[in-house]
Nanobody, 119 residues
Framework: QVQVVESGGGMVPAGGSLKLSCAAS????????MGWYRQAPGKQRELVAE???????????SVKGRFTVTGGSAEVNTINAVYLQMNSLEPEDTAVYYC?????????WGQGTQVTVSS
C-alpha cells in the first residue's frame, strides 16, 4: 500500500506561478513513477507531467516550457516525492490537480488540490 498527499494549490492571477508538492509513504520501494494529473469541470482527467525512478520525464504538450516536474527520493533509483513548478499560468490551467504514484500493479491517488487561475 502507498499513501499519497498533495499540497500547494491555490488561486493566482494569469501569468503567475505556483508549486505543488506531493509526498508518498508506505511501500515506497514499489513506486516506479510519480506524476501529476488534472481534471477541469466537465472534462476528463488528463496527464500533466510525470517522472520515473531514473529521472525520465513526460509532459503534456499544453504545459511544455511552462511547467517543470521534479522528483525526490531517499535512495538511488527510488522516488517518494514529486513536485510541479508551474509558471506562466493560464486560466485554462484551472483544475483539480491530483498526484499519482504508480507501482507495477496499481496506481495510488492523492485527494487532489485546487488550482485556480484568474484572468
Amino acid at each position: 500500500q502507498v499513501q499519497v498527499v498533495e499540497s500547494g494549490g491555490g488561486m493566482v492571477p494569469a501569468g503567475g506561478s505556483l508549486k505543488l508538492s506531493c509526498a508518498a509513504s508506505g511501500n515506497i520501494i514499489s513506486i516506479i513513477r510519480m506524476g501529476w494529473y488534472r481534471q477541469a469541470p466537465g472534462k476528463q482527467r488528463e496527464l500533466v507531467a510525470e517522472i520515473d525512478t531514473h529521472g525520465t520525464t513526460n509532459y503534456a504538450n499544453s504545459v511544455k516550457g511552462r511547467f517543470t516536474v521534479t522528483g525526490g527520493s531517499a535512495e538511488v533509483n527510488t522516488i517518494n516525492a514529486v513536485y510541479l513548478q508551474m509558471n506562466s499560468l493560464e486560466p485554462e490551467d484551472t483544475a483539480v490537480y491530483y498526484c499519482r504514484a504508480r507501482t507495477r500493479n496499481l496506481p495510488y491517488w492523492g485527494q487532489g488540490t485546487q488550482v485556480t487561475v484568474s484572468s
